[in-house]
């Protein structure tokens, strides 16, 4: 990287010259300026005092411009200048959220069930014939722990109330039995803690010590497993532990065991050896009955025609039952008008919309992702090497993964690929959207363009 420094230096050396400014006004005003940030066209400086700044905006400033413009080469100059006390006081409050984040993130590591939402209850999980056994189950685990379903294994598509059943179980057990110890914790939570822990060289007993001696563990998102070889053997080390001492385990996971790869066979076999129960989309009669539920819980007032036409409308997700009611209700608010049949039909039409095209996805993002990076759909499928080929293709295989909630082997298919590369495809993008802010950026667009 160039100094930036020297590249202000530069702007400065062309102003002297060209304008032929003399020493006093050079170190009054010009010398005494620091260069903060230069990055492509953006440029921060920082001037001692606001008096000093205001002289720089009315005299100065088409100089320091065209020094900049000269020493950058392009015209287009983003110049902020900042004084030094809103500097000190911008990098006070970026400690201050520093610490702040690292305060929560230190509460979480020490109570991980901090993230548990008290308005996940069993009572107002709305029950019907795709989630009953999964209902069913999780009551009995709270009144029998360990007994009946160990480890008890939940699974199905995002957004069907996995997390929710996990968070009443919880509460359930707050009140029931508040004499056991039991935690909650995402997978990815417990990743990163024990990474934490390894890359600070902390003593390995005190992260076992954490979730080996408890009553009751649930794991949310287990599927994060896939490809982290020492976060599975942890894992596996505090399943024994705790399944070997009668403790109750419970996971979610959006895939049953033998559909996950990449995790050990040792893992999934424990995971199906107590109960595996599904939950489905729901059909058409509990929609209607969520929709009234969520209808109530808002305060909502909905005529039943218009319940009916959103159960009939919004299928496969019960977080787009809840954005639909919350939208109409936002609406009738602003609007002032009530809900009524037609009202709802065009305000929802963007719901409406993304239910309708649900079911032409595989070949929606084929032909997006193809039309995007300009690549055909015969080479996404086909056997073509090329960096943006290649590219492409991990694009819709990861989307289809997560959009779709597709097996690899169905998503094989389509792209004519094996299983075993298309889950390579989708642990690429998986990783390269955690680790560049513009590429995560560039999926969500893409996302929220297919959704509409
Ligand atoms: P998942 O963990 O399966 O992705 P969540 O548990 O986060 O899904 O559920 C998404 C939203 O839908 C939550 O706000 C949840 O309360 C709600 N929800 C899901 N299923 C039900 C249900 N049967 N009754 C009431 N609300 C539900
Ligand atoms: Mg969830």
Same mark, same amino acid.
């Given at each position: 990287m160039l100094d930036i420094k020297y590249i202000f230096q530069g702007a400065l050396d062309y102003i002297q010259s060209e304008y032929d400014v003399i020493d006093v006004t050079m170190n009054l005003?010009? =010398?005494?300026? !620091?260069?903060?940030?230069?990055?492509? @066209?953006? *440029?921060?400086?920082? #001037? $001692?005092?606001?008096?000093?700044?205001?002289?720089?905006?009315?005299?100065?400033?088409?100089?320091?411009?065209?020094?900049?413009?000269?020493?950058?080469?392009?015209?287009?100059?983003?110049?902020?200048?900042?004084?030094?006390?809103?500097?000190?006081?911008?990098?006070?409050?970026?400690?201050?959220?520093?610490e702040q984040e690292e305060k929560i993130k230190k509460e979480r590591e020490e109570n991980p069930s901090s993230v548990v939402n008290a308005a996940y209850t069993f009572e107002n999980f709305v029950v019907g014939s795709s989630n009953r056994v999964a209902y069913e189950t999780s009551l009995l685990v709270c009144n029998n722990p360990a007994e009946y379903y160990?480890?008890?294994?939940?699974?199905?598509?995002?957004?069907?109330?996995?997390?929710?059943?996990?968070?009443?179980?919880? =509460?359930?057990? !707050?009140?029931?039995?508040?004499?056991? @110890?039991? *935690?909650?914790?995402? #997978? $990815?939570?417990?990743?990163?803690?024990?990474?934490?822990?390894?890359?600070?060289?902390?003593?390995p007993a005190i992260f076992r010590s954490k979730f080996r001696n408890l009553d009751f563990l649930l794991i949310d998102d287990i599927q994060f497993l896939a490809n982290k070889r020492a976060v599975q053997e942890e894992m596996f080390h505090t399943f024994e532990a705790l399944f070997n001492s009668g403790k109750q385990i419970v996971f979610a996971s959006d895939r049953q065991p033998s559909e996950m790869e990449n995790i050990d066979k040792r893992l999934t076999t424990r995971f199906s050896m107590g109960g595996v129960f599904d939950i489905q989309p729901p059909d058409a009669e509990l929609r209607q009955a969520i929709f009234k539920r969520k209808a109530d819980a808002y305060g909502v007032d909905i005529p039943n025609d218009v319940l009916q036409f959103l159960s009939e409308n919004i299928r496969t997700n019960i977080?787009?039952?809840?954005?639909?009611?919350?939208?109409?209700?936002?609406?009738?608010?602003?609007?002032?008008?009530?809900?009524?049949?037609?009202?709802?039909?065009?305000?929802?039409?963007?719901?409406?919309?993304?239910?309708?095209?649900?079911?032409?996805?595989?070949?929606?993002?084929?032909?997006?992702v193809s039309m995007r990076y300009g690549v055909k759909k015969e080479d996404i499928t086909g056997s073509k090497r090329d960096t943006a080929i290649k590219n492409a293709r991990h694009i819709c295989a990861y989307l289809m993964r997560d959009m779709l909630n597709m097996t690899y082997k169905e998503i094989g298919v389509i792209l004519d690929k094996h299983h075993t590369t298309i889950m390579d495809s989708c642990v690429k993008i998986e990783n390269n959207v955690k680790k560049s802010e513009n590429f995560a950026r560039e999926i969500a667009e893409i996302k929220k363009e297919l959704s509409v």
């Amino acid at each position: 990287m160039l100094d930036i420094k020297y590249i202000f230096q530069g702007a400065l050396d062309y102003i002297q010259s060209e304008y032929d400014v003399i020493d006093v006004t050079m170190n009054l005003y010009f =010398n005494s300026l !620091k260069p903060l940030v230069i990055n492509g @066209n953006k *440029v921060v400086l920082m #001037c $001692e005092s606001d008096f000093k700044r205001n002289i720089i905006y009315d005299r100065y400033m088409h100089m320091l411009l065209e020094g900049l413009r000269t020493e950058l080469g392009t015209e287009d100059i983003d110049l902020t200048i900042v004084t030094r006390d809103e500097h000190e006081k911008q990098k006070q409050e970026v400690t201050e959220k520093k610490e702040q984040e690292e305060k929560i993130k230190k509460e979480r590591e020490e109570n991980p069930s901090s993230v548990v939402n008290a308005a996940y209850t069993f009572e107002n999980f709305v029950v019907g014939s795709s989630n009953r056994v999964a209902y069913e189950t999780s009551l009995l685990v709270c009144n029998n722990p360990a007994e009946y379903y160990n480890p008890l294994f939940l699974y199905g598509p995002s957004g069907l109330g996995k997390t929710h059943l996990l968070f009443a179980i919880i =509460n359930e057990m !707050k009140t029931k039995r508040p004499d056991l @110890n039991v *935690v909650y914790i995402t #997978c $990815e939570d417990f990743t990163n803690m024990l990474v934490e822990s390894i890359s600070k060289k902390a003593d390995p007993a005190i992260f076992r010590s954490k979730f080996r001696n408890l009553d009751f563990l649930l794991i949310d998102d287990i599927q994060f497993l896939a490809n982290k070889r020492a976060v599975q053997e942890e894992m596996f080390h505090t399943f024994e532990a705790l399944f070997n001492s009668g403790k109750q385990i419970v996971f979610a996971s959006d895939r049953q065991p033998s559909e996950m790869e990449n995790i050990d066979k040792r893992l999934t076999t424990r995971f199906s050896m107590g109960g595996v129960f599904d939950i489905q989309p729901p059909d058409a009669e509990l929609r209607q009955a969520i929709f009234k539920r969520k209808a109530d819980a808002y305060g909502v007032d909905i005529p039943n025609d218009v319940l009916q036409f959103l159960s009939e409308n919004i299928r496969t997700n019960i977080r787009q039952i809840e954005g639909a009611i919350k939208t109409l209700k936002a609406h009738s608010l602003i609007g002032g008008e009530d809900i009524s049949f037609e009202m709802a039909k065009r305000v929802l039409s963007a719901y409406l919309k993304k239910a309708e095209e649900d079911s032409v996805n595989s070949e929606k993002i084929l032909k997006y992702v193809s039309m995007r990076y300009g690549v055909k759909k015969e080479d996404i499928t086909g056997s073509k090497r090329d960096t943006a080929i290649k590219n492409a293709r991990h694009i819709c295989a990861y989307l289809m993964r997560d959009m779709l909630n597709m097996t690899y082997k169905e998503i094989g298919v389509i792209l004519d690929k094996h299983h075993t590369t298309i889950m390579d495809s989708c642990v690429k993008i998986e990783n390269n959207v955690k680790k560049s802010e513009n590429f995560a950026r560039e999926i969500a667009e893409i996302k929220k363009e297919l959704s509409v």
